[in-house]
């Protein structure tokens, strides 16, 4: 398992960007797929994005082409991009990984979570 801190959540106007930024602390990532997930009060916790290790994204239809999910290696940081913001998207953003190249959507297959960021989306 590894720690992550999430940050760079906030309260956006609806059209507006945000940028998450995941970081582990202790030790780098390491073949590891990243990945965000979001709870919305009330709702079951539901995939946004992911990064494999050597690069490949997968992202939900509800996101795609509004979100971006990217890896910045010199800061070991992850990062998603959120733009065109819905309130729609307000929920608690949680990075999580786990090991291995295979990207899934499902929280069950992630050893490591953050403990999440508030994004709020006004209308």
């Known amino acids: 398992q590894v720690q992550l801190v999430e940050s760079g959540g906030g309260l956006v106007q609806a059209g507006g960007s945000l940028r998450l930024s995941c970081v582990p602390s202790?030790?780098?990532?390491?073949?590891?797929?990243i990945a965000w997930f979001r709870q919305a009060p009330g709702q079951e916790r539901e995939f946004v994005a992911a990064?494999?290790?050597?690069?490949?994204?997968a992202y939900a239809n509800s996101v795609k082409g509004r979100f971006t999910i990217s890896r910045e290696n010199p800061k070991n940081t992850v990062y998603l991009q959120m733009n065109s913001l819905k309130p729609e998207d307000t929920a608690v953003y949680y990075c999580?990984?786990?090991?291995?190249?295979?990207?899934?959507?499902?929280?069950?297959?992630?050893?490591?979570w953050g403990p999440g960021t508030q994004v709020t989306v006004s209308s």
């Open positions: 999580a990984a786990a090991g291995g190249t295979i990207i899934r959507t499902t929280t069950d297959w992630y050893d490591s």
């Open positions: 202790g030790r780098p990532f390491s073949r590891n797929v």
């Open positions: 990064l494999g290790w050597l690069g490949g994204t």
